[in-house]
């Protein structure tokens, strides 16, 4: 299938966050002649540390700003002459969202409306103008032990950050109803890979491995998650903002379906092996603790309409993926190091204690 949209300009905003970091790595290999800039207002989960291999691209701007101000969005887009925005920023972690739903309120919500708003007055001097949402399969609720979630499976978020998500989802629906922006919005599964911040399950686990503390698993450790790479996830976000139907909304999932306790099994015993540790020694290190309150049972993503439509589907096999991860982290000690010895340090306090 052939692309539709060739951007000369994006506009990625969250672009130093897991993400957005790893989707500008790849955008930029592929499109080396499109300008990216970057604007993020580097958050606890923002770094530049993740955007070193671009940050001297004459192609590359970053800006430290925050998505809610409306003029100076409006002044990127215009002096940039942005073809496309690519919206990553958020508030992503589900714990934060239950001690402090506010700030996922305004980021998530109002920021997206704010990018909408500018996208709509911009739109009008660009034609081929492009608006593309990046949200989660955690917006559609919980499954129970059968079934997938599909596009027209009705929004049921439970937690203050899925339903910050959702909301976010429904303004850029509303965008594209009233005032035909040309809006696309993809909702992804559990993306695992380089430069993911050390409070999800993946680096914290391996984290916590490396340095023998405890693994704290939630609850029975029996709730599943679809894993996918976040290299694949930034394909298919190409592919959607090149060949996507504007309106639309296109599931992107590994259909590789994991309980947490199965994850972490697998990661101790990969862990032990590179560490030179006996076979065993950190899976006794798991710990099952108090459950996240409201936690969704199983996600599962039907992308079937994304791979007949837009022709993708996962280059990593998952044994692949989580091998080149725990080497990553393993390789890379020293971004970790200067994470978990900052302000991250009082969150991991408050949320698992000493
Ligand atoms: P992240 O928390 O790693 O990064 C978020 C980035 O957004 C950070 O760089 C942060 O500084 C920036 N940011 C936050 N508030 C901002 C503001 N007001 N203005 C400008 N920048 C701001 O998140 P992530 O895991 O990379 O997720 C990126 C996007 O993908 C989010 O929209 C998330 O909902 C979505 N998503 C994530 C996953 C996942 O598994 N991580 C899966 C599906 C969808
Ligand atoms: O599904 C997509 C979503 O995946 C994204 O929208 C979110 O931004 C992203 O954070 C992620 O949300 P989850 O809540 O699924 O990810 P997390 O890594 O926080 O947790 C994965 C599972 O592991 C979940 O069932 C909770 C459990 N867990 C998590 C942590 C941090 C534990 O058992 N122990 C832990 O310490």
């Not at 499109?31 to 001297?56: E, F, H």
């Not at 916590?208 to 998650?225: C, F, H, Q, W």
């Not at 996830?233 to 599931?251: F, T």
């Amino acid at each position: 299938m052939s692309d539709t949209f060739a951007p000369a300009a994006v506009l990625v905003t969250g672009g130093a966050g897991f993400i957005g970091s790893n989707f500008i790595h790849n955008f930029m290999a592929g499109n080396p002649d499109c300008r990216v800039v970057n604007l993020d207002i580097l958050t606890y989960a923002g770094n530049l540390k993740n955007l070193r291999a671009v940050q001297d691209n004459p192609h590359y701007r970053f800006v430290k700003g925050d998505i809610c101000d409306a003029p100076l969005v409006a002044q990127l887009l215009a002096e940039e002459k942005i073809d496309a925005v690519l919206h990553f920023a958020a508030e992503s972690h589900v714990d934060r969202s239950i001690t402090g739903p506010e700030i996922f309120v305004r980021t998530n919500v109002l920021g997206t409306q704010t990018l909408l708003e500018a996208s709509r007055a911009h739109a009008a001097t660009r034609p081929a103008f492009r608006y593309l949402q990046v949200s989660t399969d955690e917006v559609y609720g919980s499954l129970g032990s059968e079934g997938f979630f599909t596009e027209e499976t009705p929004l049921a978020p439970n937690s203050p950050y899925s339903a910050s998500k959702a909301g976010a989802d429904l303004l850029v629906r509303a965008y594209f109803e009233t005032f035909r922006l040309p809006t696309l919005n993809t909702r992804c599964s559990n993306n695992y890979g380089p430069y993911h911040f050390p409070e999800k399950l993946i680096p914290l686990m391996i984290h916590n491995i490396m340095e023998k503390k405890a693994l704290p698993v939630y609850g029975d450790g029996l709730n599943v998650r679809d894993w996918l790479h976040v290299k694949d996830h930034s394909a298919a976000i190409e592919r959607v903002l090149k060949q996507g139907k504007p309106g639309e909304v296109y599931n992107i999932g590994g259909n590789n379906e994991w309980r947490n306790i199965d994850i972490v099994h697998l990661v101790c015993d990969l862990m032990d092996e590179r560490l030179g540790r006996a076979a065993g020694e950190s899976r006794k290190l798991i710990t099952f603790v108090k459950d996240r309150p409201g936690h969704d049972r199983r996600y599962a993503i039907d992308a079937a309409k994304t791979k007949r439509e837009l022709g993708w589907g996962p280059s990593y096999t998952f044994e692949r993926g989580i091998a080149e991860t725990i080497d990553w982290y393993l390789a890379n000690q020293e971004w970790v190091t200067e994470i978990v010895s900052g302000s991250y340090r009082e969150y991991y306090q408050q949320q698992y204690g000493a």
